[in-house]
């Protein structure tokens, strides 16, 4: 779970910022055990679950593998036992660390039963998922589950349609809402603060922001005297 900045602290919990199912606790994983008949791709939308992570590259040549945490303390995700993969796959996490740059959000993890390259390169865009009666519910208005934001209409507080949700990233300087514009073209980022975005109605669909007036409006070219 997360929270915008402008209410009390988050509480750190961890799960409380994502989406994912029933895990057994001695559920061993390998990037290539052969399937069971449990084993099944979970659907692409299911409530009852709330995405944790997802796996990125691979890390080297000894099994690590680049992981991108939805959980509001990162490094919390390894503390749920065993997740359950989107392929079916129970995965449990081991050795997570943070990786190198300022995202905070994007961690270096071993992932039992994988200890070279070729597994963990099995892994890359494999998501992680818990069952949501696993994380409780959120406490205020402030508190969501970051999967249950993208996807949701994106509007101005005069009710007019600008995009949709597309990602919640963090790159070291809070929560940012990366918006994709209703009419073509390059997604946008917007703080995730109240200040822009004063209401967050998830049981409508929607959430309600306060933009920039050049918030869609591309880059310009740099002058060329300002500094590299």
Avoid at 12 to 38: K, L
Avoid at 149 to 176: C, K, S, W
Wanted: charged content about 25%; overall charge negative; proline content about 9%.
């Amino acid at each position: 779970m997360a929270r915008r900045p402008g209410g009390n602290s988050p509480q750190g919990d961890g799960g409380r910022r994502a989406r994912p199912g029933r895990i057994g606790s001695d559920a061993a994983t390998s990037a290539h055990r052969p399937r069971s008949d449990e084993d099944a791709a979970l659907p692409e939308t299911d409530p009852s679950l709330v995405r944790m992570g997802e796996f990125g590259r691979a890390h080297g040549l000894n099994g690590e593998v680049r992981l991108k945490s939805y959980t509001g303390d990162p490094q919390a995700i390894g503390t749920y036992g065993p997740l359950i993969a989107s392929d079916g796959r129970r995965i449990e996490l081991t050795d997570i660390r943070q990786a190198g740059g300022t995202s905070p959000d994007l961690l270096v993890v071993r992932v039992k039963g994988v200890a070279d390259r070729t597994g963990a390169e099995a892994l890359n865009r494999v998501a992680l998922y818990l069952p949501r009666e696993r994380l409780g519910d959120t406490a205020d208005e402030d508190e969501f589950f970051t999967a249950d934001l993208v996807g949701l209409t994106v509007v101005n507080t005069q009710g007019v349609v600008l995009g949709t949700v597309a990602d919640v990233p963090n790159y070291g300087g809070g929560d940012l809402l990366e918006i994709k514009p209703a009419l073509g073209g390059a997604t946008a980022l917007l703080p995730f603060t109240k200040a822009f975005v004063p209401v967050l109605a998830i049981a409508e669909g929607r959430v309600v922001v306060d933009p920039p007036e050049d918030l869609f409006v591309p880059a310009g070219p740099r002058p060329p005297d300002e500094p590299v």
